[in-house]
């Protein structure tokens, strides 16, 4: 059993930075893939970033890359998603997800994640 809890959303102003943060208990963070997912008002839930648990590759969505970096804190148990330059179109919940399944790959399918957060409300105003 894992527990996942985001924190770290808010309101900021275009251009702006945020770093969301997921604190995982139940099971350490290392031995597992983890994403990170957002959901806009009226819209589907969408692949963000993810991270492998070997050897801490990465993956993300084009409209994000250069702009967001997934990385993880083995010793607060932890990965986070640094937001940089954000725009309007970046306001969603977020939520963190675990894939105790995946290891020495990500996927961007929410599918494959067996775990997930409550979610972090980040908004960016023009």
């Known amino acids: 059993q894992v527990q996942l809890l985001e924190s770290g959303g808010g309101l900021v102003q275009a251009g702006g930075s945020l770093t969301l943060s997921c604190a995982a208990s139940?099971?350490?963070?290392?031995?597992?893939?983890s994403g990170w997912f957002r959901q806009a008002s009226g819209k589907e839930r969408e692949f963000v970033a993810a991270?492998?648990?070997?050897?801490?590759?990465?993956d993300y969505t084009e409209s994000v890359k250069g702009r967001f970096t997934i990385s993880r804190d083995d010793a607060k148990n932890t990965v986070n998603l640094q937001m940089k330059n954000l725009k309007p179109e970046d306001t969603a919940v977020y939520y963190c997800?675990?894939?105790?399944?995946?290891?020495?790959?990500?996927?961007?399918?929410?599918?494959?994640?067996?775990?997930w957060g409550q979610g972090t409300q980040v908004t960016v105003s023009s």
């Open positions: 997800a675990a894939d105790l399944q995946g290891y020495f790959s990500v996927s961007r399918y929410r599918q494959e994640y067996d775990y």
């Open positions: 991270i492998t648990g070997s050897d801490d590759s990465t």
């Open positions: 139940g099971r350490t963070f290392t031995r597992y893939a």
